[in-house]
């Protein structure tokens, strides 16, 4: 059965830290990745996508994820937290004819000054 | 956690027909529900914003007399596809949460709309 699966509920760092979010993903083929962000009272936004090729991919607001398919991962990752940073990050998985879409539980996402 | 049930999953239609899209939230109250859409080989596009006994708030581009979203209860949201085209074909996912889950949102299972 498909599934995405974030394994952090709560994550805490303080700014200026990394930050690595987790997400594992079960799909009976390659599937469309992608990253959001849900900041409290708005809509998600969309932080990075991998469809295909360089498997490392850039987003905005300095944030990169990585797809390893032996791993069925698709971690998100930024060398420096800021406070802004501070919300709730969702991963999902579609399929290529994108008539599914799963998403994770969701990890929140706690900045300290 | 908490279910959102979505339904239906698959719909066909006429063009120039309307499809009703229902989302509800199964085991908690939903204050805030958002309406997506997705194109294929792109992200969701955020459509609007629909509060539990108020009007919804549309994105920019959105036609609001097109696309009919109904919260009438803190369980509940609709959206409408009204007099559908084939251009108005895609993927359509709502998500929904409140005081309840402590503003964490949960998602429906998407509605593939196919309008022939």
């Known amino acids: 059965a498909q599934s995405v699966t974030q394994p952090d509920i709560h994550i805490t760092v303080s700014e200026g830290a990394s930050l690595e979010l987790r997400c594992n993903y079960s799909y009976g083929a390659t599937p469309y990745l992608f990253w959001y962000v849900q900041s409290p009272g708005q809509g998600l936004q969309l932080l990075l996508k991998y469809f295909s090729g360089d498997t490392l991919v850039q987003g905005i607001k300095g944030f990169e994820a990585e797809f390893k398919r032996s791993q069925s991962s698709f971690n998100l990752r930024k060398p420096s937290v800021h406070w802004s940073d501070a919300a709730e990050y969702f991963c999902a998985v579609g399929a290529h004819n994108f008539n599914k879409f799963y998403f994770g539980s969701g990890t929140k996402l706690n900045v300290k000054p | 956690g908490a279910v959102v049930s979505q339904h239906p999953s698959w719909v066909i239609c006429k063009s120039g027909t309307s499809v009703k899209i229902e989302c509800r939230s199964l085991d908690f109250q939903a204050t805030t529900m958002f309406w997506y859409r997705q194109f294929p080989k792109q992200s969701l596009m955020l459509m609007a914003t629909?509060?539990?006994?108020?009007?919804?708030?549309?994105e920019q581009g959105v036609e609001k007399d097109k696309f009919l979203i109904n919260h009438a209860s803190l369980t509940l949201s609709t959206l409408t596809v009204t007099s559908a085209h084939p251009e108005d074909s895609s993927f359509y996912i709502c998500?929904?949460?409140?005081?309840?889950?402590?503003?964490?949102?949960?998602f429906g299972s998407g509605t593939q709309l196919s309008v022939l």
């Open positions: 629909s509060n539990e006994g108020s009007k919804a708030t549309y």
């Open positions: 998500s929904a949460g409140g005081v309840a889950t402590n503003e964490k949102l949960f």
